[in-house]
């Protein structure tokens, strides 16, 4: 039967993924300054912590900033000369990002860019390759998401998508809502491409995680 339950959620969430006070505040903030409860819990930004210090990387890329949340949990992964560029659509969830940045102090690590991912995305490919690129933006995009990272990701670099189980509806063939539709097709993507190694980390709404075996 399921152990994974809300038990043992705070349990990971108590021993594994203990915010600071940093982070605490950030994360409170976000929703009191009029942007969507929206944002990874704690132990899904350890998680990307880990990811990212666990595979190397240097250069990373995140796609959706929100409020900066799962930003600075991204950062802090990156070793000394790291660098993360992440993308915003909204000049209002930037501002705030680059308050929450600066907050945690990670700002030297840190480039934003404020504009329609899909369209930031062409100019990025002449920055790469990637060493990690974390997708958490519009549902719908992600198979052209998945598309870009893999042709602008180094060989054994790491995608990671959120929102991997789309609240439930993933697991239901006959919900044909455009964001089902778009993430099943990423996950899909992910599970069947040889050219990945890939599994679900089943915390809060799910994060798809692939590893690219070589060149796309």
């Known amino acids: 039967m399921p152990i994974y339950n809300e038990a043992i959620e705070n349990y990971v969430r108590k021993t594994f993924a203990v915010e600071d006070e940093i982070l605490s505040t950030i994360r409170s903030e976000i929703p009191r300054r009029g942007l969507p409860e929206i944002t990874v819990r704690p132990e899904e930004g350890r998680f990307l912590q880990f990811l990212v210090a666990a595979s190397g990387a240097r250069l990373a890329l995140e796609i959706g900033t929100l409020g900066g949340y799962s930003g600075v949990w991204i950062a802090r992964g990156l070793p000394t000369g790291g660098?993360?560029?992440?993308?915003?659509?909204?000049?209002e969830h930037a501002a705030v990002a680059a308050d929450h940045f600066e907050m945690a102090g990670v700002t030297d690590k840190v480039e934003m860019r404020v504009g329609d991912a899909h369209e930031l995305l062409q100019d990025l490919a002449y920055e790469g390759p990637?060493?990690?690129?974390?997708?958490?933006?519009?549902?719908?995009?992600?198979?052209?998401?998945l598309?870009?990272?893999?042709?602008?990701?180094?060989?054994?670099?790491?995608?990671?998508?959120?929102?991997?189980f789309?609240?439930?509806?993933?697991?239901?063939?006959?919900?044909?809502?455009?964001?089902?539709?778009?993430?099943?097709?990423?996950n899909e993507r992910l599970a069947d491409d040889?050219?990945?190694?890939s599994v679900v980390f089943p915390a809060g709404d799910g994060t798809a995680v692939a590893v690219l075996r070589k060149a796309a």
Request: aromatic fraction near 12%.
């Open 83 to 91: 660098k993360l560029i992440t993308l915003e659509l909204s000049e």
């Open 130 to 145: 990637f060493d990690f690129v974390f997708i958490d933006a519009e549902k719908e995009g992600y198979p052209a998401y």
């Open 147 to 164: 598309d870009w990272a893999e042709t602008n990701l180094r060989p054994r670099g790491m995608i990671a998508g959120h929102n991997a």
């Open 166 to 186: 789309v609240h439930g509806a993933i697991v239901d063939s006959a919900d044909r809502d455009p964001r089902a539709v778009a993430v099943r097709r990423f």
């Open 194 to 197: 040889e050219r990945f190694i």
